[in-house]
C-alpha cells in the first residue's frame, strides 16, 4: 500500500491534541519534551504507515511509540547528565488493545489558556500544541515573522515549566472563572480566522475549523457548562453565513444585504440545537449564550425585513449588563435604532459619543442613521471621520461607497 | 515549589489611613501569617520600611556607584514579601490572592530558581 505524505500528515494533525494532551502528562509537563517524542513518532509513521498501512488504532499507536520515543530520550539525557553508561533499557510499552487514548485534552487546553500566560501566547500555545499547527501557520494566521513566533512559543513553555503552571483541570470553585479565559481564547481563534479580511483563506478557515473543534471538545468534556453550548452555537451560527458575508470580489457584505439562500441551513439548524441545549441547562444566561441567542434571530429571519429587532435590541439590553466594551454598547444602540427608529438610535448614540468617539464603528453606526434620515450633509462628515480611523481595506472601500451615496 | 510573594502598593496611601483603619490591616496581615504557618507553607515573611529609607548600590569598573532611594521609582513600592511553599503555581496566586495587600495593591508571585 503506498501512502502519501500528506495522508500521514493529515492523521498526524487529527490526533494531534489528543497525543500531546497524553505526552504532556508523561512527560511531567515538559512541553518540549512531548513535542520532541511526537516528533519520533511522526518520523516512524513515516517509515512503517507506507509500508504496513495506517494501523487501525492510529492515536494509540503514535501514542505509544511517541511515549517510548519519551521515555529514551529521557534515558539518553539521564545517561549524558551522569556519564553513566548502564542503565536498565526502558520498559517498552506495546500498543494498547482498546482503542482508548486516554483524554488529557481538557488538561491540557486549561494549562495552555491559564490566565498567567499573555493572551496573545495562549492563542498561539493552544493552535500549536491542541490544534497541531506548525510555528509557520501560526506564525501566518497572527501575520507576525516565523522566527519571532518560534521565540514566543519558546519563551511561553519555559514560563509554564519554570513558573509551575499545573497541568490539571481547575477545582469546581475557580472552574467558572477559568472557564472563561479558555472561551475567550477559542473565541479569539475563531474571529481571528472569520472577522479578518487580511491573510490566506486556507489558513483563516483552519482556524475557524480548530475553534469549533475546540468548542467541541470542551462541550463534550463539560456538557452541563451552557457558556460552553452558547459559545459553540455562536460559532456555528456565524460560520453558516460564511458564503454570504463576502461577494464576488471579496468585498464585505452587511448582515441586511446578504443572500440569504447562501446560508448553510444545516449549519442554522446545528446552530440552533446547541443554543436549545443550553437553554435547557436553566441556568442564567451568559455572555456567549446571548450573543448566539441574537445570532439564532437573525438566523430564523428569512428577509431582512423579518428580523425581529425588538428581541434583539433587549438581548443586547442584557448583554450591555454583562460585557464592557465600545462593541456591545454601540451595537445596542443599532439595535435599538432598528427596533425603535434612527432617532432613538442617535439618542442612544450621543450617550456614547464621549468613549467611542476614536472608534470607527462609531461614527459608521452614526453616518448610516443619519443617511437613513436623509441628513445627507451630517452622515457624510461621520462617514469621513469613519474612513480616517479605519485601518481595513475592505472596511475602508465599503464606507467610500457609502460615502459617494450620500455625497452624489 | 518555593514562591516568593512580593507586596507592592502606594506607600503614602498606606501611611495616610486613619488609625482604625491602619489597625485593622495590620491585624489582617496577622491573620493571614497565621493562616500560610498553619497550612503548613510558611517559609518566611517581612514588612519592609519605606523606599524613602531605600539605598541603591551598583558596582561599574570596579567602582561602588551608591544612589538614594530604590531602584526604581514607581507609584507602587515593595512594602514587603513572604515566601511560601505550594505545589504549582495555582496554589500559589491562591496564596497571593489572600494576602490583604492585594485588596490595595499587587502581588508579584516570583517561583524560586531551585539549584
Given amino acids: 500500500m503506498v501512502l502519501a505524505r500528506d495522508e500521514v500528515e493529515a492523521v498526524f494533525r487529527r490526533e494531534h491534541g489528543l497525543i500531546m494532551a497524553a505526552l504532556v502528562r508523561t512527560t511531567g509537563g515538559d512541553f518540549d519534551a512531548a513535542e520532541d517524542a511526537l516528533q519520533d513518532a511522526f518520523a516512524r509513521a513515516l517509515e512503517t504507515w507506507p509500508r504496513d498501512g495506517v494501523p487501525l488504532r492510529a492515536a494509540a499507536w503514535l501514542t505509544a511509540v511517541a511515549r517510548n520515543a519519551a521515555t529514551d530520550r529521557a ?7 551522569k556519564k553513566l553508561a548502564a542503565r536498565p533499557e526502558p520498559e517498552v510499552m506495546a500498543v494498547p488493545e482498546s482503542d482508548e ?7 491540557l487546553i486549561f494549562t495552555c489558556c491559564h490566565p498567567a500566560i499573555e493572551l496573545e501566547s495562549r492563542v498561539a500555545l493552544t493552535l500549536r500544541t491542541l490544534g497541531g499547527l506548525t510555528t509557520a501557520e501560526v506564525a501566518r494566521a497572527f501575520l507576525v515573522p516565523e522566527a519571532a513566533m518560534a521565540q514566543r512559543l519558546v519563551r511561553v513553555k519555559k514560563k509554564i515549566r519554570e513558573a509551575g503552571i499545573p497541568y490539571v483541570v481547575p477545582a469546581l470553585d475557580v472552574l467558572a472563572e477559568r472557564l472563561e479565559g479558555v472561551l475567550a481564547v477559542v473565541y479569539l481563534i475563531f474571529n481571528e480566522g472569520y472577522a479578518a479580511t487580511a491573510g490566506d483563506e486556507h489558513v483563516r478557515r483552519e482556524l475557524c475549523a480548530e475553534a469549533r473543534r475546540l468548542g467541541e471538545l470542551l462541550s463534550e468534556q463539560l456538557p452541563s457548562e ?3 453550548l452558547g459559545l459553540l452555537a455562536l460559532m456555528t451560527l456565524h460560520d453558516a453565513r ?11 457584505v452587511l448582515l441586511e444585504d446578504q443572500d440569504r439562500s447562501l446560508w448553510d441551513r444545516a449549519g442554522i439548524e446545528l446552530g440552533l440545537a446547541l443554543l436549545d441545549r443550553a437553554f435547557a441547562l436553566r441556568r442564567a444566561s451568559g455572555p456567549y449564550v446571548i450573543q448566539a441567542a441574537i445570532a439564532a434571530v437573525h438566523a430564523r429571519a428569512a428577509r431582512a425585513g423579518d428580523t425581529d429587532w425588538e428581541e434583539i435590541a433587549g438581548l443586547y439590553a442584557e448583554l450591555v449588563k454583562r460585557v464592557e466594551g465600545p462593541v456591545v454598547a454601540l451595537n445596542h444602540a443599532v439595535a435599538v435604532a432598528m427596533a425603535h427608529g434612527p432617532e432613538a438610535g442617535l439618542e442612544r448614540l450621543a450617550l456614547l459619543e464621549e468613549d467611542l468617539e476614536s472608534y470607527h464603528l462609531f461614527h459608521a453606526a452614526r453616518a448610516d442613521l443619519l443617511r437613513r434620515l436623509g ?34 | 515549589m518555593r514562591y516568593l510573594l512580593l507586596i507592592y502598593g502606594d506607600e503614602k496611601a498606606f501611611a495616610g489611613l486613619p488609625a482604625k483603619e491602619l489597625e485593622g490591616v495590620l491585624s489582617d496581615f496577622q491573620a493571614y501569617t ?3 504557618k498553619e497550612a503548613g507553607a510558611h517559609i518566611a515573611s517581612q514588612r519592609l520600611r519605606p523606599a524613602s529609607t531605600a539605598t541603591s548600590v551598583r558596582v561599574r569598573g570596579g567602582k561602588k556607584l551608591i544612589t538614594d532611594g530604590p531602584f526604581a521609582e514607581t507609584k507602587e513600592q515593595l512594602g514587603g514579601f513572604y515566601m511560601i511553599e505550594a505545589k504549582d503555581l495555582d496554589e500559589a496566586v491562591a496564596w497571593a490572592a489572600k494576602i490583604p495587600g492585594a485588596r490595595y495593591g499587587t502581588i508579584e508571585v516570583r517561583p524560586i530558581w531551585e539549584m
Fill in chain 2, 34 to 36: 497565621a493562616s500560610v
Fill in chain 1, 242 to 252: 460564511r458564503a454570504a458575508r463576502v461577494d464576488a470580489r471579496g468585498e464585505l
Fill in chain 1, 101 to 107: 487514548v486516554e483524554d488529557d485534552r481538557l488538561r
Fill in chain 1, 375 to 408: 441628513r445627507r450633509e451630517e452622515s457624510a462628515v461621520a462617514y469621513r471621520a469613519a474612513i480616517a480611523l479605519t485601518a481595513n481595506q475592505a472596511e475602508r472601500r465599503f464606507l467610500e461607497r457609502r460615502l459617494r451615496e450620500v455625497t452624489s
Fill in chain 1, 226 to 228: 451552557p457558556e460552553v
Fill in chain 1, 75 to 81: 534515558r539518553r539525557e539521564r545517561v549524558l547528565e
